[in-house]
């Protein structure tokens, strides 16, 4: 009998990042969107940094879970949009880079505490 225990990566173990110096293109940070409709959820999601803007302002790429356990993501396609610093929830380490057939997937430690809308 096997027991499968996730660990997800605590918000203490991702640095914090208050300003946009803290960061540079190709970081990967966990990213918050929130909805402005009546049910008001918060998606969390794994991104990379293309771009430090102004004004605390960065352009990230969007990247999805392509595993149960949330540890193994892989770029959506023209997903790129621009946040604010304060969307960010914290960064995280650089992952494993695989290629998968013509994919190449970011395999990170630990499980990613991610929310995805599917």
């Known amino acids: 009998m096997f027991i499968r225990i996730h660990l997800a990566l605590p918000l203490e173990n991702m640095a914090l990042v208050s300003c946009v110096s803290d960061l540079k ?7 918050k969107f929130s909805t402005t409709n009546k049910r008001k959820l918060t998606y969390k999601y ?8 102004n004004n605390n302002e960065i ?3 969007c990247f999805e879970a392509t ?7 892989i770029v959506i396609e ?12 914290g960064k995280l380490p650089y992952p494993e880079l695989k290629k998968s ?8 430690p630990g499980v990613v505490d991610v929310f995805e809308k599917f």
């Open 67 to 73: 595993d149960e356990e949330n540890t193994e993501f």
């Open 101 to 108: 057939g013509r994919q190449l997937k970011s395999i990170f």
């Open 25 to 31: 293109p190709g970081d990967y940070i966990l990213v």
């Open 78 to 89: 023209n997903d790129i949009s621009v946040i604010d610093i304060s969307d960010i929830v």
């Open 59 to 61: 352009e990230i790429q």
């Open 46 to 53: 794994v991104t990379t940094v293309l771009q430090l803007m």
